[in-house]
């Protein structure tokens, strides 16, 4: 608990500097969202807008982009599957895997920009994958606050899509691995941009 109270304190201090940097790129109105092409387990990022954002944004430079998460598509309702910190649903809520409506995932006030990638993996894996990741929502697996690569007990956004891939035999990442240099946190954290820089996602949509 007091490792999670420096890491929170330590955030809080360089994200309020971060967050004057970044707060221009607030976006205004709804997002476009390209409904004719989705695909279930699709992988969309975000340009967040939280203090937490702010910090990955900082230390990934050439990632446009500081969330992620899977496209899952039923009954013509579109949502995404993601692992998510500081966006509580209810009083009493934890930060966990969850679904989220894909509108609710792109509102302004959460992403001043996102993107939209289709898979490389075939349906049936796409499907597995898929699966997974609603049981882990359905079971609340918590966030990840310790940002540890070693425990799938816990999982932060990356760490969870990485997650799910690796048990279908796939490396989204192809081993690429961001060095942070920041007190209270590994050495080695998957950014989006580990993810985004594969280019067996092929990118259709941005805004």
Known sequence: MKKRLKIVAF?????????????????????????????????????GLSF?????LSQNEDCLYSHIGLVYIKDSACFVIHAVNDEPEFDGDFDRV?????EDFFKPERASA????HS???DSVSQRIMERALKLAQDSVRFDADFNLHDSRELYCTEFVHFLYKSVGEDITEGR???????????EIIF??????????KKYFEF
């Not at 476009?32 to 992988?43: A, C, Q």
């Not at 969850?98 to 894909?102: A, G, L, S």
């Not at 996102?114 to 990638?117: L, N, S, T």
């Not at 989006?192 to 996602?201: A, S």
């Open 52 to 56: 937490s954002s702010n910090i990955v």
């Open 98 to 102: 969850k679904v989220d409506r894909i």
């Open 177 to 187: 691995r961001t060095n942070v240099g920041i007190m209270c946190f590994p050495d």
């Open 114 to 117: 996102g993107a939209f990638c």
């Open 120 to 122: 490389w993996v075939s």
């Open 11 to 47: 955030i809080a201090v360089i994200a309020t500097i971060l967050f004057f940097c970044h707060s221009a790129n607030t976006r205004r109105g709804n997002a476009e969202i390209p409904y004719s092409e989705l695909r279930n387990g699709d992988i969309v990022f975000r340009r």
């Open 192 to 201: 989006p941009g580990d993810i985004e820089k594969n280019k067996k996602l």
